[in-house]
Protein backbone atom coordinates (compact mmCIF):
# COMPACT_ATOMS: atom_id res chain seq x y z
CA UNK A 1 0.00 0.00 0.00
CA UNK A 2 0.97 3.24 -1.20
CA UNK A 3 0.99 6.71 1.09
CA UNK A 4 -0.82 9.32 -0.86
CA UNK A 5 -0.27 12.90 -0.81
CA UNK A 6 -1.96 14.82 1.84
CA UNK A 7 -3.29 17.60 -0.68
CA UNK A 8 -4.42 14.76 -3.23
CA UNK A 9 -6.20 13.08 -0.29
CA UNK A 10 -7.70 15.82 0.26
CA UNK A 11 -9.02 17.55 -3.20
CA UNK A 12 -10.21 13.64 -3.65
CA UNK A 13 -12.33 13.90 -0.48
CA UNK A 14 -13.59 16.92 -0.84
CA UNK A 15 -14.62 16.54 -4.10
CA UNK A 16 -16.82 13.56 -3.16
CA UNK A 17 -18.30 15.29 -0.38
CA UNK A 18 -19.49 18.74 -2.36
CA UNK A 19 -21.44 16.49 -4.20
CA UNK A 20 -22.92 14.59 -1.36
CA UNK A 21 -24.10 18.28 0.14
CA UNK A 22 -24.41 20.30 -3.10
CA UNK A 23 -21.70 23.04 -2.43
CA UNK A 24 -18.98 24.13 -4.60
CA UNK A 25 -15.62 24.25 -3.58
CA UNK A 26 -15.45 27.72 -4.45
CA UNK A 27 -18.45 28.42 -1.88
CA UNK A 28 -15.88 26.02 0.99
CA UNK A 29 -13.19 28.81 0.08
CA UNK A 30 -15.64 31.76 1.11
CA UNK A 31 -16.95 29.71 4.07
CA UNK A 32 -13.57 29.28 5.46
CA UNK A 33 -12.43 32.91 5.07
CA UNK A 34 -9.67 31.49 2.28
CA UNK A 35 -9.10 33.36 -0.63
CA UNK A 36 -9.89 30.87 -3.72
CA UNK A 37 -7.00 31.61 -5.36
CA UNK A 38 -4.40 30.18 -2.65
CA UNK A 39 -7.86 27.48 -1.60
CA UNK A 40 -7.29 26.04 -4.99
CA UNK A 41 -3.18 26.29 -5.09
CA UNK A 42 -3.19 24.46 -1.64
CA UNK A 43 -5.52 21.18 -3.35
CA UNK A 44 -3.49 21.33 -5.98
CA UNK A 45 -0.23 20.79 -4.02
CA UNK A 46 1.61 23.81 -5.18
CA UNK A 47 1.10 25.29 -1.27
CA UNK A 48 0.74 23.42 2.40
CA UNK A 49 -2.32 23.35 4.37
CA UNK A 50 -1.74 23.33 7.69
CA UNK A 51 -3.95 21.83 10.49
CA UNK A 52 -6.23 25.03 11.09
CA UNK A 53 -6.14 25.08 6.94
CA UNK A 54 -7.68 21.67 7.64
CA UNK A 55 -10.26 22.23 10.42
CA UNK A 56 -11.30 25.35 9.34
CA UNK A 57 -12.02 23.79 5.49
CA UNK A 58 -14.37 21.11 7.50
CA UNK A 59 -16.03 23.18 9.60
CA UNK A 60 -16.97 24.73 6.58
CA UNK A 61 -18.29 21.81 5.12
CA UNK A 62 -19.54 20.21 8.22
CA UNK A 63 -17.75 17.57 8.62
CA UNK A 64 -14.91 15.88 11.29
CA UNK A 65 -11.32 17.04 10.02
CA UNK A 66 -10.39 13.30 9.78
CA UNK A 67 -12.67 12.98 7.05
CA UNK A 68 -10.46 14.89 4.98
CA UNK A 69 -7.79 13.07 5.05
CA UNK A 70 -8.72 9.12 4.92
CA UNK A 71 -7.99 7.25 1.82
CA UNK A 72 -11.38 5.82 1.07
CA UNK A 73 -9.65 3.53 -1.56
CA UNK A 74 -7.22 1.96 0.88
CA UNK A 75 -10.04 1.22 2.77
CA UNK A 76 -12.05 0.19 -0.09
CA UNK A 77 -8.71 -2.69 -0.51
CA UNK A 78 -8.81 -3.48 3.03
CA UNK A 79 -12.52 -4.03 2.69
CA UNK A 80 -12.00 -7.28 -0.20
Do not use: C, Y
Amino acid sequence: MKNRPVHELVSENLRRLTEEKSISLAQIADRAGFDRREFFAVLAGDREGDLDWLNRVAEAIGVDTAELVVDHNSRRDLDA
